[in-house]
């Protein structure tokens, strides 16, 4: 079992950054791969990007590739998204979840209460 928490979200301007955390308990958070979804007013849940157990590897959906940037810290049972030159598009609720590494979501079997990013052009 694996509860998570983010934190970090946030109102920021057009071309702003911001750095979203979620903070695991349980166990075993460093076997699983962690990901990080979106979801906008009247729209799906959209992956954003996810990263391997160990860190190594990263893969991020094309509408936020070369902005956003995942890392993650086991040893603080942390992972963390970094965003820069945001848009206003990036506007929604910001969730992170542990499973596998994998943009498909239902592959998440545990899910944080989420985090609101608002981006004022």
């Known amino acids: 079992q694996v509860q998570l928490v983010e934190s970090g979200g946030g109102l920021v301007q057009a071309g702003g950054s911001l750095r979203l955390s979620c903070a695991a308990s349980?166990?075993?958070?460093?076997?699983?791969?962690m990901g990080w979804f979106r979801r906008a007013p009247g729209k799906e849940r959209e992956f954003v990007g996810t990263?391997?157990?160990?860190?190594?590897?990263?893969y991020y959906a094309d509408s936020v590739k070369g902005r956003f940037t995942i890392s993650r810290d086991n040893a603080k049972n942390t992972v963390y998204l970094q965003m820069n030159s945001l848009k206003p598009e990036d506007t929604a609720v910001y969730y992170c979840?542990?499973?596998?590494?994998?943009?498909?979501?239902?592959?998440?079997?545990?899910w944080g209460q989420g985090t609101q990013v608002t981006v004022s052009s």
């Open positions: 979840a542990a499973g596998a590494y994998t943009f498909v979501a239902a592959e998440y079997g545990y």
């Open positions: 349980g166990r075993d958070f460093s076997s699983y791969a």
């Open positions: 990263i391997t157990w160990s860190g190594a590897n990263t």
